[in-house]
Each structure stands twice: as structure tokens, then as C-alpha cells.
């Protein structure tokens, strides 16, 4: 009896040991240096400069163990800048990596070391916060795998062989350039796409007075995405081939749990799998009741976990990824053996899109709210667009099959799952294997947001505020956040709250999904909650690199934290703010025969200063230079006062003067003039403008540049009450450069290349 009691203690003492080893080794600390270093690359034709991390693009992959402790090392070989964010990830706020927020930027030739317990699971990605760096090379996968012994460990899920994927663009531009382009509305990247709607384009497709009206409401060409990319990567490659995982050759009947991040900085992605459905297991790290869908589209900076099975021996098949725009993709070849190949999407239909925002804008700039009836990605407005939905190509489903359901045409437009066979995910489809309720004994803050935007001007905001324009938001340690937000722009925004995961309300009732970033379509209205447990100032904005940038960001500030790392917060937020609102240049000149004409701009979000000038080859000529110095007022930035200095020499005759159609008279060769004005964009998008000279003269002038003819020619005019007029036509070469020819009723007839930055 006391050998069995010997041998009892010790089997006890070993499992004690087994345990107290195995909480020792998940408690681990998990280290990882990372040298941030500029780098020259190839990926579409041209070599340019890009940043890698160890040498490589994507950066590593990190990988812990939920109860691990990460230590990440950066060593900044830059010469500017930089920081790293966390996506997803709860941590302490001084750990979230968000300059003039969480920390000081990371200084070129230094060291700066980040440490946070892992206390959580998913999968998740990390990027820098610092300017457009993320758009050239500073992404790479965060995965947290779950400790054997998790209660939510599920068998035929958890346990599949994994493989981490991270989707981005790549372009050989610049990224402050594209910045820059976006704002002063440059149409390169839809020529570059095949994306323009001109006036022939419009008649060729019987959508004259489409056009017609989308132009009489103020409104550009459609589009889906803002961007051109000259490629998208899988992992940093154009096409993979996976053939095997740790060593093991994929063969049918395998499954393989693909860990998908969205990290591009603009571009959405249809994800789809030759080999048949594909089954949705976890969403931005957050597990979720399986759903077999035929394709996804991914949000910027979302995360889907997803489980493909290999049909048959002796195929690979393609998982495919293509921009939302459908003018690239990237394949991932999953098995061995002869490549089975998915379809690619279809040419979207344009101007079944400007037809339907027509249908939704109104004069004003906003749109048809149609409340919760657009919720949650259930009603996918680009639907009009695709053809293998809605036109040829596309399998119309037999609707008498579904008992029960309200099958009319109004009720079902934007709905692909009711016109199609083709099931694709949305939010709604989403539910928590868990209980995801907060607490119903705790303070309740509601907030509302209305996402708004001007595509002219390219200024993105929050209750048509952007970021430099408000102060941070306070919230109460220990409070419920419920946020409504309404889009009201015509693009959609991923909306992303750093250091929490919010719960989605979307009829699931207890089991809500989790998520940490929320895709909104326009005219949609969604409705987010999170308790807000963790002190300190976290980041809310649209994960659209461009967008963030351009002012659509909020700052919540949860209790009265004291960042160790940014002893003056006031200052450093302001710091923060100056981001969002950059200026931004713009410049061009037509060299012509008959003289130079060209412009000078510089702007914010709200104010302009700008400066043109037409300067004559002889003194009957002569030479004008105006400028302005105006604030754009509303929403939509239609209407714009400014003060304005206009300084000009033309050689008259002895008896010549110059009279404007109020009769009002000027006899001097040279000109200095004061004035008070506005200018207000009219609807088919003509500038009116109203000056008032110190002299007493008024000017009145009505004018409209890049008239979109056909896909590359454009047009323009410019009439006002002084008698003067101009006409011109240019035929676009590139981003930079178009051949011009025009009339100008001072300076006659010209031709000549058109310079423009």
C-alpha cells in the first residue's frame, strides 16, 4: 500500500511538473530584431525604392503563443522616421505605435524596443504608422496562435496546417506623388485602368443622359477604387506555388486554413478558390461559426481566417485575389500538378454605376439615407456593376425556389445573393461561436458619425471635420462606446478602432461578432459597441492610407492616462493633427505657339492659395498675373470667398481702351488691382466666379477645364464680362504631359505641349 502511495505522489509530482513547465514555456518571451532599411526593387518593369525589413518584403512574419511576452527590437536604418503599429492586438496604449499618439517617432539611426504580453489569439498584421511607408514595403503577418489546452481549441479547425497570407499593391509611383495626384484630381490612374466615362464613351454605351445628369448634379466619373497599381503580391510574389506545408505534400482531400490580411494600403480584394467553396472560420482574429461562401471581398487592413480543401490529385489550384476594381490580381496555387485556373472577374459596367449614383445623390451632395436598410454589407450597391451578377455571364437564380422570400426587383437591386447563384459573404452571415455581451450594469456613451468626403478635392471627414479640426474624444475608463455611423460619402470606408475589438450589431443577438475594423458602403448605417477597458488616447480612422491621411480620423481618449513616452500630449496631438491636413501642389504650363498660359496651386483641406498666369511673346499681348487666397465653406466645398491681387500689362493704342459689358472702363497699360470675390461650382461642373476690383470694376466669369471628351481628349472653356474668351482641346500623353491646342481671344490661335506636376 505504501509503494502505491510512493508511486501515486510521485505520478502527481511529474504532472505537476508537466504543468508548471508547459505555463513556463507559454509564458515565454519571444524576441525578434528587426533592421528597417531602404532597398531597391523590380516588381513591374521599372526599379524603385522601397523599404524592407531584415531584408525582405513582406516583413517577417511574427508568430507567438497566446501567454508569450513579445519583445520586438527596431532598429531604424532609415533616414527618416518610423514607427510600427500592432494591428488588432490589445496591448498597453504606449505600445501601439502610432506617432504623436502612443510614442515619439522612431528617429533615423536609432533603436526603440517595443514589449506587450500576448494575450489573445487570431490572426492579426503590423505595418508602420509613419506617412505612406506602408505603401512601399512596411507589412507583414502577426499571428497568435492558441495554447493547446484553450477551451475554444476546435478540432477540424484550430488543428489544420496553416499558412499566412498577406495581399498588397504594389506601383511604381511615388506614394506622395499619388497622394498629391488624388488631390488635385488627376485622371491618370482611370486612364491607366480603362475606368474613364467620357462623353464618347457614354454614346457608344447609349448613357448620354447618364452622363448628362451625373455631371448636372457636380459629380466625376464613377469609380470603385482611387488607385492604379501596376501589381498586386501574395506574400510578396505575383504567383506562388504551395505545394507543401512543414515538409508534408498537400494531396486531395487536405485542408489548409489559410490566414489572409488585407495589407494593402487602397485596394480591396475579391478572394476566390478554383478547387470549389471556400469556408469562412475567423474574422480579424475573432473565431466565427463556419460559413461556406463561393467568394469574399476583403476590406484594407481586415483579416480572414479560411479553410480550403485540395479536390483532387494532380491539379493546383488557384487561389485568386483581384483588386475590387478588376484591373489586377495575384494567384496562390494551392497542390500539385497541372494549374486549374479560376475565371477572372469581368470588366466592370461604369455606367450602370454613375447610373445608380445618380439614383442616390441629390442635388445637395447627399445621399438617399436609406437607413438600416443598407447595413452590414447585405446590400452592395456595385452590384449594378458586375456583370456575372447582373448581366450577361452572370447565372440568374431561379427565385421561385426560395419559398418565403420577397423576391421584387426594388427590394432585391443591391442584393447579389438574391440575384445570383453566387454566394458571397457579408457581414450579416457572421456569428460569434461565444457569447460576446457586455456588461448591462455599466455607463452607456452613444455616439454618432456621418462619414463625408469630396472626391474633387479629394478631403476626407468625419461629420465634415477632419482631424486637425477637432480635439480628442473623452470616454470614461470602464464605459460602454456605442457608435452609429452613417456613410454618406460615394466611396466606402474600413473603419478601424485600435486597441479593442468591438462588437458588430447584426441581428446575432448574444453571439455578435468581434471585429476591429468595420467596412462601410455607402449609404450604409452600422452600429458598433466596446466596453472601454484599457486606458489611453487609441486611434479611430479609415484604414484607406489616402483617406487616413487626408483628414478622416478620431481620437478616443479613455481616462486620464499618462503617457510616459509623451510627457506634453497637447503638444505632441498637434503634431498628430498636422498630419491630416498637409498641403498640397500642383503646377502646369502650356508652352504654346502663341504664348504661355498655366497655374500655380497650393492646398489644404479647407484653404487655397493659387496663381495664373498668360503671358504673351510681344507687348500688344501682353502678360496677367492673378491670385487668390480663398477657404472653402460646406460640406461639399462647391462655394469658396477669397481676396485676390491681379497685376497686368497689355500695350494699348492711343485712343484704346479696354471695356467689360457693364460698360465700365480701363485705359492703362498696366493694372494693379485689389479685389473681393467667390467662386461656386455650378452643376455640370463650371466654375462661376464674382470679383470686385478696388477700382470699382466687376468681373464676372464663367469657365470649365478637362471637359471629358473621349477617353484621353479633353476640353475646356473660359468666358467673362471683360470680353474675353478661350477654347481649347488637349489630348492626354501621360500623368505629366498632354499636347494642347486652343483660341484665346487676346492672344488667337495656339498650339503646344502642356507641362503639368
Not at 123 to 128: A, L, N, Q, V
Not at 340 to 348: G, T
Request: aromatic share 10%.
Amino acid at each position: 500500500m505504501i509503494r502505491y502511495k510512493k508511486i501515486s505522489i510521485r505520478i502527481l509530482q511529474t504532472v505537476l511538473i508537466l504543468l508548471c513547465t508547459q505555463t513556463l514555456f507559454a509564458q515565454k518571451v519571444v524576441r525578434y530584431e528587426l533592421y528597417v532599411k531602404d532597398t531597391l526593387v523590380n516588381y513591374a518593369g521599372k526599379e524603385k525604392r522601397a523599404i524592407a525589413v531584415n531584408g525582405q518584403i513582406p516583413m517577417p512574419t511574427l508568430t507567438f503563443t497566446e501567454g508569450d511576452t513579445a519583445e520586438i527590437v527596431v532598429h531604424n536604418q532609415l533616414k527618416e522616421s518610423t514607427s510600427l503599429h500592432w494591428h488588432g492586438v490589445f496591448l498597453p496604449n504606449k505600445e501601439d505605435g502610432v506617432p504623436w499618439l502612443t510614442q515619439k517617432p522612431i528617429a533615423p539611426g536609432t533603436t526603440y524596443t517595443y514589449r506587450f504580453p500576448i494575450i489573445q489569439h487570431g490572426t492579426h498584421w503590423y505595418h508602420s504608422h509613419s506617412g505612406l511607408q506602408e505603401q512601399i514595403g512596411m507589412y507583414g503577418s502577426f499571428i497568435m496562435k492558441k495554447r493547446g489546452d484553450d477551451k475554444t481549441f476546435r478540432n477540424g479547425i484550430d488543428d489544420l496546417p496553416t499558412v499566412p497570407i498577406i495581399l498588397s499593391e504594389w506601383t511604381n509611383l511615388n506614394p506622395n506623388n499619388i497622394n498629391r495626384m488624388l488631390h488635385n484630381a488627376n485622371d491618370w490612374a482611370a486612364i491607366k485602368k480603362g475606368a474613364t466615362q467620357s462623353y464618347v464613351e457614354a454614346i457608344k454605351e447609349g448613357k448620354f443622359g447618364v452622363k448628362i445628369k451625373n455631371e448636372w448634379k457636380r459629380m466625376l466619373a464613377m469609380d470603385v477604387s482611387d488607385v492604379y497599381y501596376d501589381k498586386i503580391l501574395i506574400n510578396g510574389n505575383h504567383t506562388t506555388d504551395l505545394k507543401t506545408i512543414d515538409g508534408k505534400e498537400l494531396r486531395a482531400g487536405d485542408k489548409v486554413r489559410l490566414r489572409v490580411s488585407n495589407g494593402g494600403a487602397s485596394s480591396y480584394f475579391w478572394l476566390r478558390y478554383g478547387g470549389g467553396k471556400i469556408t469562412v472560420v475567423a474574422n480579424d482574429g475573432n473565431d466565427v461559426e463556419p460559413v461556406e461562401v463561393d467568394r469574399l471581398i476583403i476590406a484594407v487592413s481586415e483579416t480572414y481566417d479560411i479553410v480550403v480543401t485540395i479536390p483532387e490529385d494532380g491539379l493546383a489550384y488557384e487561389f485568386l485575389a483581384t483588386t475590387e476594381d478588376r484591373t489586377q490580381s495575384a494567384s496562390y496555387f494551392i497542390g500539385n500538378g497541372v494549374k486549374q485556373l479560376i475565371s477572372p472577374l469581368p470588366k466592370l459596367k461604369y455606367f450602370e454605376g454613375m447610373k445608380m449614383m445618380n439614383d442616390m445623390m441629390k442635388m445637395n451632395g447627399n445621399l438617399d439615407d436609406m437607413g438600416m436598410k443598407m447595413s452590414l454589407n447585405q446590400m452592395d450597391m456595385n452590384v449594378v456593376m458586375y456583370p456575372e451578377i447582373t448581366g450577361e455571364g452572370g447565372k440568374k437564380m431561379d427565385h421561385s425556389q426560395h419559398s418565403g422570400m420577397k423576391m421584387d426587383d426594388n427590394a432585391n437591386k443591391y442584393n447579389a445573393n438574391a440575384l445570383a447563384d453566387i454566394k458571397t459573404l457579408n457581414y450579416a452571415m457572421l456569428q460569434s461561436p461565444y457569447n460576446t455581451t457586455l456588461p448591462n450594469d455599466v455607463p452607456v456613451k452613444e455616439l454618432k458619425f456621418t462619414l463625408t468626403g469630396n472626391m474633387n478635392r479629394y478631403v476626407w471627414s468625419m461629420d465634415n471635420k477632419i482631424l486637425s479640426e477637432t480635439d480628442k474624444i473623452p470616454v470614461k475608463k470602464g464605459e460602454i462606446l456605442r457608435i452609429t455611423i452613417y456613410n454618406n460619402s460615394m466611396m466606402r470606408h474600413p473603419m478601424h478602432l485600435h486597441g479593442f475589438d468591438f462588437r458588430v450589431i447584426n441581428g446575432k443577438g448574444e453571439k455578435s461578432p468581434l471585429k476591429n475594423v468595420l467596412d462601410i458602403m455607402p449609404m450604409e448605417t452600422d452600429t458598433i459597441e466596446f466596453l472601454a477597458n484599457e486606458e489611453g488616447d487609441w486611434f479611430f480612422h479609415c484604414h484607406i492610407l489616402y483617406h487616413m491621411m487626408a483628414g478622416m480620423n478620431r481620437v478616443f481618449e479613455v481616462g486620464d492616462y499618462k503617457n510616459p513616452y509623451l510627457p506634453d500630449k497637447a503638444k505632441a496631438y498637434k503634431e498628430l493633427q498636422r498630419e491630416s491636413n498637409m498641403p498640397h501642389f500642383m503646377i502646369e504650363n502650356d508652352f504654346a505657339t502663341n504664348g504661355n498660359d498655366g497655374g500655380a496651386m497650393l492646398q489644404n483641406a479647407r484653404w487655397s492659395l493659387g496663381t495664373e498666369w498668360r503671358l504673351g511673346y510681344n507687348s500688344m499681348h501682353g502678360y496677367e498675373v492673378e491670385t487668390h487666397f480663398g477657404r472653402y465653406i460646406g460640406k461639399m466645398q462647391w462655394f469658396m470667398p477669397f481676396v485676390g491681387f491681379d497685376y497686368r500689362y497689355r500695350k494699348m493704342g492711343e485712343d484704346e481702351h479696354e471695356k467689360n459689358i457693364f460698360g465700365q472702363t480701363n485705359k492703362k497699360d498696366t493694372r494693379r488691382a485689389v479685389s473681393l470675390g467667390f467662386m461656386y461650382t455650378l452643376p455640370m461642373l463650371v466654375n462661376f466666379q464674382a470679383e470686385v476690383y478696388h477700382d470699382g470694376i466687376v468681373r464676372l466669369q464663367l469657365m470649365r477645364e478637362d471637359i471629358p471628351i473621349s477617353k484621353r481628349l479633353r476640353g475646356g472653356f473660359m468666358v467673362n464680362t471683360d470680353l474675353e474668351y478661350m477654347a481649347d482641346l488637349s489630348y492626354i500623353l501621360n500623368k505629366n504631359m498632354a499636347v494642347r491646342t486652343h483660341y484665346d481671344s487676346d492672344m488667337g490661335w495656339g498650339i503646344g505641349l502642356r507641362m503639368n506636376y
